[in-house]
Nanobody
Framework: QVQLVESGGGLVQAGGSLRLSCAAS????????MGWFRQAPGKERELVAA????????YYADSVKGRFTISRDNAKNTVYLQMNSLKPEDTAVYYC?????????????????WGQGTQVTVSS
């Protein structure tokens, strides 16, 4: 079992930056694929970025390419999401998710473990 705890959300002006962190418990973190999802009010939860177990492979939604960077530190059991040039449409609750596996997973239903979410609000 893996438990995930997100932190780093908050209120920021458009054009600003935030870094989200997701701390994972459990010995299987280093062999787990991880992802960041977000859900805005009235919308479905969508994948923002994903990373393979080694960190060598990453995936980004078109809406965040060039602005967001996902990374991980397996020694610290932590995955990060660096968010730059934030826009009001990035406002959402951001969730960290994980599952066993070495490759990248983009399907929401394929993730087994979820954090409680952290609110990101971008003001115009």
């Amino acid at each position: 079992q893996v438990q995930l705890v997100e932190s780093g959300g908050g209120l920021v002006q458009a054009g600003g930056s935030l870094r989200l962190s997701c701390a994972a418990s459990g010995r299987t973190f280093s062999s787990a694929a991880m992802g960041w999802f977000r859900q805005a009010p009235g919308k479905e939860r969508e994948l923002v970025a994903a990373i393979s177990w080694s960190g060598a492979s990453t995936y980004y939604a078109d809406s965040v390419k060039g602005r967001f960077t996902i990374s991980r530190d397996n020694a610290k059991n932590t995955v990060y999401l660096q968010m730059n040039s934030l826009k009001p449409e990035d406002t959402a609750v951001y969730y960290c998710a994980g599952r066993p596996g070495t490759r990248i997973f983009v399907e929401r239903g394929s993730y087994d473990y979820w954090g409680q979410g952290t609110q990101v609000t971008v003001s115009s």
